[in-house]
């Protein structure tokens, strides 16, 4: 991400009015925190994790939580999604997933209602497979931040999301299942799948 986007200009802890919960966002302490905020406000919380929210965040929040997705949803769940996407090695598969997306959180993992996603057309155009991801991630933080805003300025509205049906629904990639030896497979078949698109594209310009 550096390499594509550069460092940003500050860091979060300059913001006076950020409170930093700790890694852990089911602690007892964050479940106070959050049951007097409700208590107060109609919550709408915005989230880029790699943890699943125990259910109470959906009680005190009405299940008003947005969460950004560095794959197009419904076709690549859970973590390490672009990576284990190209482990695969299909083409099509993984440019079908390749991008970002914002949803409602649910009980399930990436299965609540779809607010938005976008899809990079060509993925194959990137030199690695960490940059195809660097990308995705990017354009995970501009649709969160980017509906946060719009929700912001436009408070009289409602933003609904749409469910997608169970049978649309990609697997559900686990971390742990994510080790050193996927990480290296991931970046052979990119570069292969890579490969066969550049080859695919010469050939189709010289029919034409």
């Not at 006076?16 to 919960?21: N, Q, T």
């Not at 629904?169 to 550049?198: H, P, V």
């Amino acid at each position: 991400m550096m390499t594509l986007y550069g460092i940003p200009s500050y860091p979060a802890e300059v913001i006076p009015h950020v409170h930093y919960s700790g890694p852990n966002l089911n602690h007892a302490d964050m479940e106070v925190f959050i049951a007097n905020l409700a208590k107060k406000y109609d919550l709408t919380v915005y989230i880029f994790l790699d943890q699943i929210l125990k259910p109470w965040w959906i009680e005190y929040t009405d299940g008003n939580i947005i969460n950004a997705h560095s794959a197009v949803l419904p076709y690549a769940r859970g973590m390490y999604a672009i990576e284990n996407m190209a482990v695969k090695g299909n083409e099509k598969d993984f440019q079908r997933a390749t991008g970002a997306s914002i949803h409602y959180v649910d009980n399930g993992i990436d299965t609540g209602p779809i607010i938005r996603a976008v899809r990079i057309k060509e993925p194959f155009r990137y030199e690695s497979i960490w940059e195809v991801k660097a990308t995705c991630y990017q354009l995970a933080f501009e649709l969160l931040v980017n509906q946060a805003r719009v929700e912001f300025e436009n408070p009289d509205l409602q933003y609904v999301g749409i469910k997608c049906d169970v049978s649309s629904l990609g697997e559900n990639f686990l971390s742990k299942n994510f080790d050193e030896d996927k990480k290296k497979i991931a970046q052979e078949q990119f570069l292969s799948m890579k490969k066969s698109q550049m080859s695919f594209k010469k050939a189709w310009e010289a029919r034409t």
